[in-house]
């Protein structure tokens, strides 16, 4: 496994490739994304990970100071899962002088999560199309637990005409139902007892959808209030249609229910799709 810190040395190591498949991270690595490598490998001869903290994606207060960096055991966990090449830019790589010309997304961006993110999908297209142009993959993987961020790409690299296949991987849990996440470090032993609870009423959402319900707004605010009255503080749990997020007509069959909230300060998110 080759680790590179510059744009140079990447472009350097990737000529002798005929191709490559990319996983784009954060770091503080899990088995979620150990699962993305695994969709990868057998998909080229080449597997690139990054490791970069986008800055722009975060807001001025949320946890881009204290998001967990460990990158040493992030390399042990690579090398094991077979990845051939490691790019862990610096700030001053990715951004060399003040990134004034950014990607910006439909408006697909300013709902959900975006409603309580202002400019975060703005930073997520950003970096990746900076990232997608120094890897120059053939393919990408994304997890659809952040099902929104996978919306926004997969639009981006449509309209863009990028030659590169967006490849969705379904969420991966723990054995409780809990979606992986490295945020879920922050989690105290309480908080992580009680936060299945959120994966727990996206379910109870999917099987009364299937069983005919199409009251949309009651089952968001039967499941809110659940939340809330379980010492959470939710942002959203909202029914929409799965192909553009979009409120649903009730006739509609592929539909997907996403929610975020906050136990404690630590920000969940997750999201089941439903087909009718």
């Known amino acids: 496994m080759d680790i590179v810190t510059s744009v140079t040395a990447l472009r350097e190591r990737l000529q002798r490739e005929p191709n490559n498949v990319f996983v784009p991270t954060m770091g503080n690595l899990h088995e979620g994304h150990i699962n993305l490598i695994g969709i990868a490998k ?4 080449c597997t690139v990970v990054s490791i ?12 881009f100071e204290r998001y967990p960096r460990t990158f040493r055991n992030d390399c042990d966990k690579l090398r094991s899962a077979g990845v051939d090449v490691v790019f ?3 700030e ?5 002088e003040p990134q004034t010309f950014v990607v910006e997304p439909s408006d697909l961006q300013h709902i959900l999560d975006g409603a309580f993110r202002p400019g975060h999908f703005r930073g997520v297209a950003t970096v990746v199309l900076k ?8 393919a990408a993987i994304f997890g659809k ?7 926004v790409l997969r639009d981006m690299v449509r309209q863009l005409a990028l030659p590169v296949e ?3 991987a379904e969420t991966v849990r723990a054995a409780d139902g809990l979606a992986l996440s490295s945020r879920n470090g922050y989690l105290s032993p309480a908080e992580r007892a009680e936060a299945p609870r959120l994966y727990s009423l996206l379910t109870d959402a999917k099987q009364r959808l299937a069983k005919g319900e199409r009251n949309f707004q009651r089952i968001e605010l039967e499941a809110m209030s659940q939340l809330a009255q379980h010492g959470w503080a939710p942002q959203y749990l909202s029914v929409r249609r799965r192909a553009d997020l979009q409120v649903p007509a009730p006739e509609e069959r592929e539909l997907v229910v996403l929610a975020a909230a906050y136990l404690g300060k630590t920000r969940l998110i997750d999201n089941i799709e439903v087909t009718l």
Do not use: C, S, T
């Open 92 to 96: 001053k790589e990715i951004y060399p």
């Open 88 to 90: 862990a830019p610096d």
């Open 166 to 168: 967006i490849i969705p």
């Open 52 to 63: 970069f903290v986008n800055r722009l994606q975060f807001g001025p207060k949320e946890d």
């Open 42 to 45: 057998p998909k080229a001869a």
């Open 131 to 138: 990232l997608f142009n120094m890897v120059m993959p053939h």
């Open 145 to 151: 637990k952040d099902y929104q961020q996978y919306l």
